[in-house]
């Protein structure tokens, strides 16, 4: 125990008493109030913060919300900054620094005091006039001056909410009300607040009539209903009642289609998945929000493939990658089904012509990650060279990535320039979709040696690219591809080359001293 080992035991009362009063002696004020009001005596922390007369606090509660939703503490924004990419705030103004955020703070402190005492019914009038009045200032930035005040506010929100929830139930016998306002609040703060509810709340019958009305209420806002039955399914696990995964969501149905995922994640985990794709197509005629619609068709190819239906699966998978072509996921997904079907040849071939013709923005890139999973190295190296625009130097660091990884990734570690290890250690890390994933297969004859020279080719272009923009934050950017330059040279005993390449920047740039430098930087340090 935490006692036992400042030896706190054995210590007399009249030693602890000195030792407490030495302690609260150190604290800043705010910090003792605190430490009186939770371990000591609420009602002393009130005194000692002068706070005798309940009446004049709910007033100065009153006042201080009046004026809040008036304007009359809103800060002002420099619109002109505000509006600027690179803008931030908080490097204008610091609003937890802000009047409006230490009045709010010592107003929940001291209503979080009332509480402790017992005082429900002025802190639960007191917070219910501050709470309400963070609420509006959410929806209206002219309030204070920021749509997000709850986070400049220093405070332990969970302590407040408890609070908050602790009063409620007391000021609130009638229980149907009591769950009606107890869930309200909980819709206007969420997950701050779930603690709160599920600690103090728990007559689950009315708790679940609050939510099923207002599952009911929020028809055209999917995102609040699953959240409000994700609150539903925490208090039946709270209070240790069986949440049935199949029979509750069936009941949602009447409020929303949306909730058939859920009963078919239900028989999913039941492994019924006949009964699970029936609810799912059925679903999918209906249901017209695209991520539950997304997620169902996920849940359905899954379940094809436990069926082994996979060419049902594979219509399924390709349907989905086509729709979301930026999910790399879906396009290994429907491979994956294609190849069981031994109809892979065919499904690279029209993935590969769907991605050249494919309308999404930045189709380039999901036609590169396509010829690098699939070993298509010409057409690649082709695609990147050809392309113009902003994005070619993004399609050129993709192309170098995957030429040398595709030259190393069976490598021994050991035997890997240093230059090169952390590139090959970061596109692991990050799951480069199209590069860490590639076919060990090529479609041509390149060699190792052919890969990491073509890899060189792309990189000095990127190198030049850095280096005319004439900027050191660019110069370093240069080095660090030069780094790998080097890494590629060294590994194929060309380290020579090398040399004279680097030799040549350096000539050829003589008027450029930073760039000397930001070379020299990166290149003595690898």
């Known amino acids: ?41 609420p009602q002393a922390a009130l005194e000692e913060a002068y706070e005798y007369d309940s009446n004049s606090f709910i007033e100065k509660v009153d006042l201080f919300c009046e004026e809040c939703l008036d304007g009359k503490h809103s800060i002002e924004v420099d619109y002109d900054q505000y509006h600027d990419y690179y803008y931030d705030d908080e490097e204008i103004y610091n609003y937890s620094k802000s009047e ?18 017992k005082n429900y019914a002025i802190a639960y009038t007191a917070l219910d006039q501050l709470m309400h009045c963070l609420h509006e200032a959410e929806f209206d930035v002219n309030i204070l001056g920021t749509d997000a005040p ?54 689950i019958k009315h708790v679940e009539e609050a939510i099923r009305y207002n599952i009911y209420i929020y028809s055209e806002n999917w995102i609040m209903q699953r959240e409000l039955y994700e609150l539903l399914k925490s208090f ?59 997620a169902l068709n996920v849940k359905l190819i899954g ?31 429907a491979r994956k089904l294609a190849s069981k079907v031994e109809r892979l040849d065919f499904f690279v071939t029209d993935m590969i012509a769907f991605a050249k013709n494919c309308n999404e923005y930045n189709s380039t890139e999901i036609l ?3 010829l690098s999973a699939e070993g298509y190295i010409n057409d690649m ?60 297969s090529t479609h041509s004859l390149e060699s190792e040696q052919s890969l990491l020279q073509s890899a060189i080719n792309i990189l000095k272009e990127i190198i ?27 590994f194929l005993n060309e380290k020579d080359e090398f040399e004279s390449y680097y030799s040549n920047i350096v000539i050829g740039n003589k008027r450029r001293p930073a760039l000397r430098d930001e070379m020299r930087k990166v290149l003595s340090e690898t």
């Not at 706190?8 to 705010?30: C, Q, T």
């Open 236 to 294: 039946y696990i709270k209070q240790n009642i069986v949440f049935d995964e199949i029979a509750m969501p069936e009941s949602m149905l009447c409020y929303s289609w949306n909730f058939a995922y859920d009963v078919a994640q239900g028989y999913i985990s039941q492994q019924k998945w006949d009964t699970a794709v029936e609810i799912i197509l059925d679903a999918c005629k209906v249901v017209d929000n695209e991520r539950v619609l997304e």
């Open 303 to 333: 379940c094809y493939e436990e069926l082994k239906q996979y060419d049902k699966g594979l219509v399924v998978a390709v349907s989905l990658f086509k729709k979301h072509p930026k999910k790399h996921d879906y396009y290994l997904k």
């Open 100 to 117: 409006w955020a230490e009045k709010f703070t010592t107003l929940l402190k001291l209503s979080v005091m009332y509480a402790r005492n």
């Open 368 to 370: 590169l990650r396509i």
């Open 464 to 490: 030049q690219f850095h280096i005319d923009a004439a900027k050191r934050t660019r110069y370093a950017r240069a080095a660090y591809y030069c780094a790998l330059v080097r890494g590629v040279y060294i």
């Open 150 to 203: 709850m986070d400049y506010i220093e405070i332990d929100w969970d302590e407040v909410f408890d609070e908050y929830y602790i009063s409620m139930k007391s000021q609130l016998p009638e229980k149907k009300q009591l769950a009606s306002k107890a869930v309200d609040v909980w819709i206007g703060f969420g997950d701050r607040c779930t603690e709160g509810i599920l600690s103090n709340i728990n007559d």
């Open 1 to 41: 125990m935490m006692m036992d080992k400042y030896d706190l035991i054995s210590r007399s009362k009249e030693e602890l008493v000195m030792l407490i009063g030495k302690l609260m002696d150190n604290l800043a004020e705010n910090e003792r109030l605190e430490f009186v009001s939770k371990w000591i005596s």
């Open 381 to 440: 190296i082709g695609v990147t060279l050809k392309a113009n625009g902003f994005n070619r130097h993004d399609y050129m660091k993709y192309a170098f990535k995957s030429l040398i990884y595709r030259a190393l990734k069976d490598k021994d570690k050991e035997k890997i320039p240093v230059d090169l290890k952390g590139l090959i250690a970061g596109l692991e890390h990050n799951k480069t979709p199209g590069i860490v994933d590639m076919a060990n």
